[in-house]
């Protein structure tokens, strides 16, 4: 039997919507200017040694960055319902509808549950459980068997930060590689991040290290060998406790 009928709340719904693309638009650009200031903040800790300190920016870096493609993933949602709204405002049997409909519906569910600050969620969720049922609503939520939120969005919120993720080989790899190429090519003696060529030289002195770590759940001793400092070599011990 097909369930079909007019949706009474269908403008509510595409107003919300539309509302919920501005404020993913200004979080957005608040999250990336967040993680602009801590990449500026983890070069400079980088020249100072500050290791333990690193690594937490570090860590709340991948956290934004994993915020953002959430944020991303929405936003498409959104904007294809909304290109596709008729399929909904006429269809109340969700399995009727086409599978990118469907798709996007279920991840929107399923974000609401999981992105508190966008506030519009909620309400279209609230929106969604009337036109779709309660058992769609669970089955997207809780990821029952059978849903359909995309594999791409149960990805960005089930991923695990790989243990060497946070290590400080890796932290130096991702962060200053290009900022060692840019400040080469630059004949600019200062950028603007505020750093200068002799600083160019300690970056360049950190990427070379190498490291050798002993990892047991924790960091706890780096060793860093062949350092060259004003054409000395030394050996840096750094203790790390994390």
């Known amino acids: 039997m097909i369930c079909s009928s007019r949706w009474r709340?269908?403008?509510?719904?595409?107003?919300?919507?539309?509302?919920?693309?501005?404020s993913i638009d200004a979080h957005q650009r608040r999250k990336e200017c967040m993680v602009r200031h801590a990449q500026s903040d983890i070069n400079q800790l980088?020249?100072?040694?500050?290791?333990?300190?690193?690594?937490?920016?570090?860590?709340h870096i991948c956290e934004d960055k994993t915020r953002l493609a959430?944020?991303?993933?929405v936003q498409y949602f959104c904007s294809f319902i909304l290109q596709n709204f008729s399929d909904l405002k006429h269809q109340s049997d969700v399995h009727l509808l086409p599978e990118e409909s469907k798709e996007a519906i279920a991840g929107l569910l399923f974000a609401a549950s999981r992105i508190r600050e966008l506030r519009e969620l909620k309400f279209i969720r609230s929106l969604f459980l009337e036109r779709f049922g309660l058992q769609f609503d669970r089955d997207s939520v809780?990821?029952?068997?059978?849903?359909?939120?995309s594999s791409e969005m149960i990805k960005i919120f089930v991923k695990k930060m790989p243990q060497d993720a946070m290590s400080?080989?890796?932290i130096v790899e991702t962060n200053i590689a290009a900022y060692v190429e840019s400040v080469t090519e630059?004949?600019?003696?200062?950028?603007?991040?505020?750093?200068?060529d002799s600083d160019a030289v300690k970056i360049r002195d950190i990427q070379n290290m190498d490291w050798e770590k002993e990892y047991e759940g924790e960091f706890k001793v780096s060793v860093c060998k062949s350092c060259r400092v004003s054409?000395?070599?030394s050996i840096i011990v750094h203790e790390i406790r994390v």
């Open 46 to 59: 980088l020249l100072s040694n500050r290791v333990q300190e690193t690594i937490s920016k570090r860590k």
């Open 231 to 233: 054409r000395k070599r």
């Open 168 to 170: 400080p080989e890796t």
């Open 142 to 149: 809780n990821l029952r068997p059978g849903n359909l939120v």
């Open 70 to 73: 959430a944020y991303a993933q």
């Open 186 to 196: 630059d004949s600019v003696s200062t950028d603007n991040l505020g750093f200068r």
């Open 9 to 22: 709340k269908a403008s509510k719904c595409k107003l919300l919507i539309q509302t919920l693309l501005c």
